[in-house]
């Protein structure tokens, strides 16, 4: 079964630092894009910083400057360095990718179970 495995939240104070891993595993004949996503309650879930299927990295207007997407595709794994964080950063941070199972035609979004992120003031 394929899955994502995130890390790396927890409670940091503003302007602090937290970088969040996501790794894929399973029988994975192909990876497409990868990104993060983050989640408030009443709130639609935002993609924070993702990997186009080309390659192209699209950042929340929000966090540009402040936050890098990197990709280690021998690890499958994508990670989102967070610096100077501020409380509205706080959310549960969702980690997605677009994957094709070994065996499968087609690719299919696939969806860590989340990390939380909450930033003091």
């Known amino acids: 079964q394929v899955q994502l495995v995130e890390s790396g939240g927890g409670l940091v104070q503003a302007g602090g630092s937290l970088r969040l891993s996501c790794a894929a595993s399973g029988r994975i004949a192909s990876i497409n894009a990868m990104g993060w996503y983050r989640q408030v309650p009443g709130k639609q879930r935002e993609l924070v910083a993702g990997?186009?299927?080309?390659?192209?990295?699209t950042y929340l207007d929000s966090v540009k400057g402040r936050f890098a997407i990197s990709r280690d595709n021998a690890k499958k794994t994508v990670y989102l360095q967070m610096n100077s964080l501020k409380p509205e950063d706080t959310a549960v941070y969702h980690c997605?990718?677009?994957?094709?199972?070994?065996?499968?035609?087609?690719?299919?979004?696939?969806w860590g179970q989340g990390t939380q992120v909450t930033v003091s003031s």
């Open positions: 990997f186009s299927r080309g390659g192209t990295i």
């Open positions: 997605n990718a677009e994957i094709r199972p070994s065996g499968y035609d087609s690719a299919r979004d696939y």
